[in-house]
Protein backbone atom coordinates (compact mmCIF):
# COMPACT_ATOMS: atom_id res chain seq x y z
CA UNK A 1 0.00 0.00 0.00
CA UNK A 2 1.18 3.41 -1.02
CA UNK A 3 1.72 6.09 1.35
CA UNK A 4 0.01 9.32 0.90
CA UNK A 5 3.23 11.16 1.04
CA UNK A 6 4.64 8.69 -1.99
CA UNK A 7 1.19 9.56 -4.21
CA UNK A 8 1.97 13.00 -3.11
CA UNK A 9 5.21 12.56 -4.54
CA UNK A 10 3.81 11.25 -8.16
CA UNK A 11 1.30 14.14 -8.41
CA UNK A 12 4.30 16.46 -8.15
CA UNK A 13 5.34 15.52 -11.68
CA UNK A 14 2.29 16.06 -13.44
CA UNK A 15 2.84 19.09 -15.87
CA UNK A 16 1.55 22.14 -15.60
CA UNK A 17 1.60 25.84 -16.76
CA UNK A 18 3.69 28.83 -15.43
CA UNK A 19 4.54 32.53 -16.12
CA UNK A 20 8.02 33.10 -15.26
CA UNK A 21 9.16 36.58 -13.85
CA UNK A 22 12.43 35.99 -15.06
CA UNK A 23 14.98 35.05 -18.15
CA UNK A 24 16.81 32.00 -18.32
CA UNK A 25 18.47 31.72 -21.93
CA UNK A 26 19.08 28.39 -21.47
CA UNK A 27 17.38 24.91 -20.97
CA UNK A 28 17.16 23.37 -17.64
CA UNK A 29 18.05 19.77 -17.04
CA UNK A 30 16.47 17.42 -14.87
CA UNK A 31 15.84 13.70 -14.40
CA UNK A 32 12.58 14.31 -15.75
CA UNK A 33 13.52 16.42 -18.56
CA UNK A 34 14.70 19.18 -20.05
CA UNK A 35 12.17 22.65 -19.72
CA UNK A 36 13.14 26.08 -20.74
CA UNK A 37 14.28 28.32 -21.63
CA UNK A 38 12.66 30.97 -19.13
CA UNK A 39 11.04 34.26 -20.69
CA UNK A 40 9.68 36.47 -18.51
CA UNK A 41 5.85 36.78 -19.39
CA UNK A 42 5.40 33.81 -21.53
CA UNK A 43 3.69 30.22 -20.01
CA UNK A 44 5.87 27.69 -19.82
CA UNK A 45 5.00 23.61 -19.20
CA UNK A 46 7.05 22.80 -15.92
CA UNK A 47 6.95 19.49 -13.55
CA UNK A 48 4.66 20.85 -10.70
CA UNK A 49 7.16 20.35 -8.28
CA UNK A 50 9.30 22.92 -10.48
CA UNK A 51 6.52 25.28 -10.25
CA UNK A 52 5.67 25.11 -6.65
CA UNK A 53 9.75 25.75 -5.80
CA UNK A 54 9.58 29.02 -8.24
CA UNK A 55 6.37 30.06 -6.76
CA UNK A 56 7.80 29.86 -3.23
CA UNK A 57 10.88 32.14 -4.48
CA UNK A 58 7.93 34.30 -5.75
CA UNK A 59 9.66 33.96 -9.82
CA UNK A 60 6.55 32.76 -11.44
CA UNK A 61 2.72 32.60 -11.55
CA UNK A 62 0.87 29.60 -11.67
CA UNK A 63 -1.98 29.27 -14.15
CA UNK A 64 -4.41 26.94 -13.11
CA UNK A 65 -5.07 23.61 -15.38
CA UNK A 66 -7.88 23.81 -17.49
CA UNK A 67 -10.08 21.43 -15.67
CA UNK A 68 -9.63 23.47 -12.40
CA UNK A 69 -12.44 26.02 -12.35
CA UNK A 70 -16.34 25.84 -10.46
CA UNK A 71 -17.98 25.71 -13.53
CA UNK A 72 -15.86 22.33 -15.08
CA UNK A 73 -15.81 20.70 -11.57
CA UNK A 74 -19.57 21.03 -10.63
CA UNK A 75 -19.98 19.32 -14.56
CA UNK A 76 -17.67 16.69 -12.94
CA UNK A 77 -19.75 16.34 -10.18
CA UNK A 78 -22.86 16.37 -11.69
CA UNK A 79 -21.73 13.46 -14.20
CA UNK A 80 -20.52 11.85 -11.26
CA UNK A 81 -24.04 11.98 -9.51
CA UNK A 82 -25.56 10.60 -12.90
CA UNK A 83 -23.33 7.27 -13.36
CA UNK A 84 -23.52 4.15 -11.13
CA UNK A 85 -20.01 3.98 -12.26
CA UNK A 86 -17.08 5.70 -11.51
CA UNK A 87 -16.20 8.51 -14.32
CA UNK A 88 -12.64 9.03 -15.71
CA UNK A 89 -11.66 12.61 -14.81
CA UNK A 90 -8.75 14.66 -16.27
CA UNK A 91 -6.19 13.62 -13.60
CA UNK A 92 -5.42 10.97 -11.45
CA UNK A 93 -4.59 13.39 -8.82
CA UNK A 94 -7.07 16.13 -8.55
CA UNK A 95 -7.14 15.94 -5.04
CA UNK A 96 -3.93 16.15 -4.64
CA UNK A 97 -2.64 18.64 -7.15
CA UNK A 98 -5.81 21.13 -5.91
CA UNK A 99 -4.05 20.43 -2.42
CA UNK A 100 -0.77 21.72 -3.32
CA UNK A 101 -1.52 24.62 -5.06
CA UNK A 102 -4.17 26.47 -3.46
CA UNK A 103 -0.96 26.33 -0.29
CA UNK A 104 1.07 27.26 -2.10
CA UNK A 105 -0.31 29.96 -4.94
CA UNK A 106 -3.99 30.37 -4.11
CA UNK A 107 -3.53 34.03 -5.03
CA UNK A 108 -2.97 32.64 -8.89
CA UNK A 109 -6.06 30.53 -8.49
CA UNK A 110 -9.65 32.39 -9.43
CA UNK A 111 -12.48 31.15 -6.85
CA UNK A 112 -9.57 29.00 -4.69
CA UNK A 113 -12.20 28.64 -2.12
CA UNK A 114 -15.04 27.47 -4.24
CA UNK A 115 -12.83 25.15 -6.03
CA UNK A 116 -11.47 23.82 -2.57
CA UNK A 117 -15.04 23.18 -2.16
CA UNK A 118 -15.98 21.13 -5.52
CA UNK A 119 -13.39 19.20 -4.88
CA UNK A 120 -14.15 18.31 -1.75
CA UNK A 121 -17.95 17.68 -2.91
CA UNK A 122 -16.52 15.00 -5.59
CA UNK A 123 -14.02 13.83 -2.97
CA UNK A 124 -16.55 12.73 -1.05
CA UNK A 125 -19.56 11.50 -3.58
CA UNK A 126 -16.25 8.59 -5.13
CA UNK A 127 -15.55 7.76 -1.71
CA UNK A 128 -19.52 6.98 -0.76
CA UNK A 129 -19.48 5.24 -4.11
CA UNK A 130 -16.30 3.18 -3.39
CA UNK A 131 -17.47 2.35 0.18
CA UNK A 132 -21.19 1.38 -1.27
CA UNK A 133 -19.52 -0.71 -4.04
CA UNK A 134 -17.04 -2.57 -1.36
CA UNK A 135 -20.17 -3.16 0.82
CA UNK A 136 -22.27 -4.52 -1.91
CA UNK A 137 -18.87 -6.69 -2.75
CA UNK A 138 -18.97 -8.38 1.04
CA UNK A 139 -22.52 -8.86 0.97
CA UNK A 140 -23.16 -10.67 -2.34
CA UNK A 141 -19.86 -12.76 -1.61
CA UNK A 142 -18.42 -11.86 -4.99
CA UNK A 143 -14.94 -13.22 -6.29
CA UNK A 144 -14.34 -10.68 -8.65
CA UNK A 145 -14.81 -6.44 -8.58
CA UNK A 146 -13.46 -4.22 -11.28
CA UNK A 147 -13.01 -0.60 -10.21
CA UNK A 148 -12.20 1.26 -13.16
CA UNK A 149 -11.45 5.09 -13.56
CA UNK A 150 -10.42 5.15 -9.64
CA UNK A 151 -7.26 7.55 -8.58
CA UNK A 152 -4.26 5.97 -6.61
CA UNK A 153 -5.49 7.72 -3.48
CA UNK A 154 -9.35 7.07 -3.46
CA UNK A 155 -7.91 3.02 -3.62
CA UNK A 156 -5.48 3.69 -0.94
CA UNK A 157 -8.47 5.08 0.90
CA UNK A 158 -9.77 1.71 1.48
CA UNK A 159 -7.29 -0.73 0.01
CA UNK A 160 -6.76 -1.29 3.73
CA UNK A 161 -10.34 -3.46 4.64
CA UNK A 162 -9.59 -5.21 0.98
CA UNK A 163 -6.90 -8.14 2.59
CA UNK A 164 -9.10 -9.32 5.90
CA UNK A 165 -12.44 -9.49 3.55
CA UNK A 166 -10.58 -11.44 0.85
CA UNK A 167 -9.33 -13.41 3.42
CA UNK A 168 -12.65 -14.55 4.77
CA UNK A 169 -14.48 -14.89 0.98
CA UNK A 170 -11.29 -17.22 0.49
CA UNK A 171 -12.00 -19.21 3.60
CA UNK A 172 -15.90 -19.45 2.60
CA UNK A 173 -15.35 -20.49 -0.74
CA UNK A 174 -12.47 -23.29 0.68
CA UNK A 175 -15.24 -24.57 2.59
CA UNK A 176 -17.47 -24.88 0.24
CA UNK A 177 -15.21 -26.75 -2.58
CA UNK A 178 -14.04 -29.28 0.67
CA UNK A 179 -17.41 -29.99 0.95
CA UNK A 180 -18.12 -30.30 -2.77
CA UNK A 181 -14.95 -32.32 -3.32
CA UNK A 182 -16.46 -34.67 -0.31
CA UNK A 183 -19.72 -34.94 -2.26
CA UNK A 184 -18.01 -35.53 -5.39
CA UNK A 185 -16.00 -38.48 -3.94
CA UNK A 186 -19.38 -39.95 -3.11
CA UNK A 187 -20.57 -40.65 -6.37
CA UNK A 188 -19.24 -41.63 -9.73
CA UNK A 189 -15.51 -41.07 -10.60
CA UNK A 190 -16.31 -39.18 -13.69
CA UNK A 191 -17.80 -36.21 -11.68
CA UNK A 192 -15.72 -33.22 -12.09
CA UNK A 193 -14.88 -31.70 -8.96
CA UNK A 194 -15.96 -27.87 -8.47
CA UNK A 195 -13.72 -24.89 -8.46
CA UNK A 196 -13.95 -21.40 -7.44
CA UNK A 197 -11.53 -18.48 -9.16
CA UNK A 198 -10.82 -15.88 -6.85
CA UNK A 199 -9.24 -12.20 -7.82
CA UNK A 200 -9.65 -8.78 -7.61
CA UNK A 201 -9.42 -6.06 -10.20
CA UNK A 202 -8.83 -2.50 -9.19
Known sequence: MMHPAEIEFLAENEIIQIVPTFNHASHVHLICGSYGPFRAGLPLNVPIWVALNLRQKKTCRILAPDWMTVDKLQERLE??????????????????????????????????????????????????????????????????????????????????????????????????????????SSQSSGATPSSTSFSLSL
Do not use: C
Request: hydrophobic share 40%.
Open 79 to 184: EEKASKFFTQLPTNYYLEITQMLLTVASEDIPQGNDIKTAVKDLWDLRIAKLRSSVDLFVKEGRVQASLNHLTPMEINSVRPVFPDTLDALMTLHEHINSSDDRED
